[in-house]
């Protein structure tokens, strides 16, 4: 197992946003350590991109605590997510089709050299960067449009690692792909471990997050509704937590003992 | 392009099949690259493969001029002749500038219909301040260029902040500049330039030394090899592929057998002409601009997806202001060529066919109407195969009407090749 630090790199303390009449989070708690992979779920509407967007800085939150390395910040604009060191990577890959993968590795941070693009030296790091993710394309010199689903979703997370990020937010990463190319995303998360990011997963399969996440935060209806240990949790208490089967005090005690038999 | 994807399975020892397949994967050579390396045959499997994919390039359009001289030439033998050949590349200058500036904007994915009354109403401006003004014609000119400019911004301003349609806002920019450049004009409706002046020459001064042609072919092949050389020389030392050296040569010997092909040409006639030399500078800059800063990489990526270039931090706005201040900049600049051409500013500059080739130029010459792909060079084919076409019917005495049809069965062709090989693209993978 990895190590985990013990001041979290990102912690939200009792966090609520509030869209006119709708109340979309309430006093939601979250801790990400470094290292650690929390896999981020909940039915939908339950205000998983809400919290996220609230971190990214898109929503600045209206009370709670942000804390980041144990310190209080406040986030307002997605600048400010960025200078802390949290890359957010959205379901839409905001990749652009017609520049190679280079391009798009370094678009609007292209590495100049007396003010020209130095693309010898994009090329190299870029190959550097996809080594030590190992990510495997054909070329980084094609257009992002000859790539695969899982091939772009790899190329979108590592652009997001080009800022050294401390935490990466990957919103819903396999939603659109197939078997092999799912494994090549969960394959890529498990190295962001590994290398000492701090990752937040937001996902629908279960399966996902049972194969990469450490812990698994659920949120319902904007509340937090229990934070899992991945490893000894069952995939059904998972399940009776996003839709709500807790709130019985049977099918609470249903679930304990199955969760115990599972064990 | 076959991928090794069975490691990804292997979810348990990723850690040693990953990196080993990466490390085989990444460090491999560019595809592309290595078909080179096997010399004649490497380049024809890759020139097939491109056919398959629909990656025509600018091929079509080269196809195209050689059939377009082989036809006229015999119909008619001054076609080829050096005289000929250097009076269409004088008279595309006017409208390949104008191309030039369309070329940004298709590669936003927009279009500048007011192109044609902008240097029609630059033109006006120039003549105005030089010829009643008694400005020295070098301010003037650049007051004309500058009012380019200042108006492609305010074509800019109307799309990119107040969000009105390119189309539209430029539409309206045709009226109002067409009524703007006979405003200028006055009642006389035209204002003869001074042949000798600064505007004057820049059509019909030529470099009557021999030694300017083959001078500049020599230049432009030298530079040309150096700058390949060293670039692949840099991607060599930092460990990335990089192009053989013989794939250097062979462009280079196909850069230089071109040049000094129409260097021979230019000197059997009155030499080499100003305006190609402008024309040349402009689009060696804008190509310079466009591929290797990062502000062209700006253009290309709002031609690619806006939403994309908005999150990378690209500001969104200011590139489609500046670009359709190049392409009003660039419209005054070819509406000075034209003028200089006929040597006055009139009634009925700007209007016509002028915009409608412009814009074919661009598409003919490769630029993708759909945005996000395309070069400045584009434009120079484009107008080539125009104003080649235009000159064959001349001699043929065919009139007017008949070249208004053949220009537009030309440019149907070309929407048509692009449109074909973009769905080729698409269904393997590269649109």
């Known amino acids: ?36 992979v929390v896999a981020l779920v909940g039915d939908n509407g339950a205000g998983k991109s809400t919290l996220v967007k609230t971190i990214a800085g898109v929503h600045p939150i209206d009370e709670g605590v942000i804390e980041w390395e144990g310190k209080a910040v406040s986030i307002n604009r997605p600048h400010d997510a960025q200078s802390l060191g949290i890359a957010t990577v959205y379901q839409d890959l905001a990749l652009c089709d017609n520049i190679d993968v280079v391009g798009n590795l370094y678009l609007g941070r292209e590495v100049r050299k007396w003010g020209v693009l130095d693309e010898v030296e994009m090329e190299r790091r870029s190959r550097e960067l996809l080594q030590t993710l190992s990510i495997r394309i054909p070329s980084v010199r094609i257009p992002i449009a000859s790539l695969s689903g899982g091939q772009r979703q790899t190329v979108a997370i590592a652009r997001s690692m080009l800022g050294e990020p401390k935490l990466v937010i990957l919103d819903e990463p396999t939603a659109a792909l197939g078997v092999e190319q799912t494994a090549q995303v969960l394959d890529l998360v498990e190295r962001l471990r590994e290398r000492g990011h701090a990752v937040i997963l937001i996902s629908h399969n279960m399966a996902d997050v049972k194969a990469v996440a450490d812990k698994v935060a659920v949120l319902r209806l904007g509340r937090n509704n229990g934070v899992f240990e991945v490893k000894t949790t069952s995939q059904e208490e998972i399940i009776s937590a996003i839709t709500g089967a807790t709130d019985n005090a049977v099918t609470r005690r249903a679930a304990r003992t199955t969760g115990e038999v599972s064990k | 392009m076959s991928i090794d994807k069975t490691s990804a399975t292997a979810q348990d020892e990723h850690e040693v099949l990953n990196t080993e397949a990466a490390a085989a994967a990444v460090t491999a050579v560019d595809p592309r690259l290595l078909v080179q390396e096997q010399g004649l045959a490497g380049y024809l499997t890759e020139f097939r493969r491109k056919m398959k994919a629909g990656e025509l390039g600018s091929l079509p359009v080269i196809v195209g001029l050689v059939v377009i001289c082989v036809i006229f030439q015999s119909l008619n033998s001054a076609f080829l002749s050096a005289q000929n050949i250097s009076d269409i590349t004088v008279t595309m200058v006017g409208t390949g500038m104008i191309s030039v500036g369309i070329v940004f904007v298709l590669l936003l994915g927009e279009i500048d219909l007011s192109v044609g009354s902008v240097s029609g109403a630059s033109s006006a401006i120039a003549a105005v301040l030089a010829v009643n003004q008694g400005w020295p014609e070098w301010a003037a000119v650049l007051f004309a260029v500058a009012a380019g400019v200042v108006i492609g911004a305010a074509h800019g301003f109307f799309f990119a902040v107040l969000g009105a349609p390119a189309f539209a806002v430029t539409l309206a920019g045709l009226l109002f500049w067409l009524g703007f450049m006979l405003q200028t004009l006055g009642e006389n409706g035209t204002i003869n330039l001074d042949s000798d002046g600064l505007i004057g020459k820049l059509t019909t001064y030529f470099f009557t030394d021999v030694a300017a042609a083959y001078g500049l072919a020599a230049v432009m092949t030298a530079v040309f ?207």
């Open chain 1, 1 to 36: 197992m990895v190590h985990v630090s013990a001041t979290p790199v990102l912690a939200l303390r009792g966090v609520s946003k509030r869209f006119g009449a709708v109340q979309a989070l309430t006093d939601v708690e979250l801790e990400v350590h470094a290292g650690e």
């Open chain 2, 225 to 431: 090899f150096i700058t390949s050389f060293l670039s692949n020389r840099r991607r060599d030392a930092a460990g990335i592929p990089s192009r053989p050296l013989s794939d250097t040569i062979l462009r280079t010997v196909l850069l230089g057998v071109v040049s000094f092909a129409a260097a021979i040409m230019y000197n059997q006639y009155k030499g080499l002409p100003l305006a190609t030399v402008i024309f040349l500078v402009f689009l060696v800059g804008t190509d310079f601009l466009l591929r290797r800063t990062s502000y062209g990489r700006k253009v290309f990526a709002l031609g690619g997806s806006v939403e994309a270039s908005r999150r990378a931090g690209i500001n969104v706005t200011a590139v489609r202001i500046s670009v359709f201040a190049i392409s009003g900049g660039f419209a005054a600049i070819g509406g000075l060529f034209l003028a200089s051409k006929i040597a006055s500013a009139n009634q009925s500059a700007g209007t016509g066919d002028l915009l409608m080739n412009a814009i074919a130029a661009a598409v003919i010459g490769g630029t993708s109407l759909f945005g996000g792909r395309g070069r400045t060079w584009n434009a120079l084919l484009g107008v080539l195969v125009i104003v080649s076409i235009q000159y064959g019917l001349q001699l043929e005495s065919i009139a007017e009407p008949v070249k208004y049809m053949i220009t537009a069965g030309v440019l149907l062709t070309t929407v048509v090749i692009d449109s074909i090989t973009r769905k080729t693209q698409k269904t393997a993978g590269r649109a």
